[in-house]
């Protein structure tokens, strides 16, 4: 299970990255440090199979893959329900990586008709070892990045979850 605490894991700066995610309505999964879920959703609802995926993927990641952060799910492009006032199903998601801080970090995504996975179906059918695999490798990417490509010295990098300004807008 991840470590970060509610304040911490749900900011300003995430639901502004929930936000730019999605252009518009999206429906959002995190999972607490107790292992409870929360949704936050600005439009239509998931559908329940989405629900169950987001759930049991956030649990397989926090559980294999938490490190010193925590991962949340956010799906977007919701299409016209069949049923109005119901449920419907939604075009995209990102799978958020959050730091020690709340910043989010870098994005695992997946978008209807894009790749080899076509339909949210295919989704399913590829399994959380494969979702798992994709949140290992883009995680270690971006270690390989932030420590050995960029390696910001002290007082290059700022916390903004926290509140933090950046270090250029300071002076």
């Not at 730019?20 to 607490?32: F, I, R």
């Not at 959703?41 to 329940?48: H, K, L, N, Q, R």
């Amino acid at each position: 299970m991840h470590k970060l605490d509610d304040k911490t894991l749900i900011t300003k700066t995430l639901l502004e990255r929930f936000d730019l995610e999605a252009d518009g309505a999206y429906s959002a999964v995190m999972q607490k440090n107790d292992g409870s879920f929360l949704e936050h959703t600005i439009g239509p609802a998931i559908t329940a199979a989405r629900m169950l995926f987001s759930q049991d993927l956030l649990s397989f990641l926090h559980r294999e893959l938490a490190y010193d952060g925590a991962w949340v799910i956010v799906h977007t492009h919701p299409k016209p329900p069949t049923v109005p006032e119901v449920e419907c199903e939604h075009g995209r998601f990102g799978i958020i990586f959050l730091d020690q801080d709340g910043d989010p970090q870098f994005t695992v995504e997946w978008e209807e008709n894009d790749g080899e996975m076509l339909d949210f179906a295919d989704v399913l059918l590829a399994g959380m070892e494969t979702w798992g695999g994709l949140c290992y490798t883009a995680l270690m990417q971006q270690r390989h990045f932030m420590k050995d490509v960029l390696d910001p010295t002290e007082g290059q990098t700022f916390q903004k979850a926290r509140g933090e300004k950046a270090p250029s807008a300071i002076h």
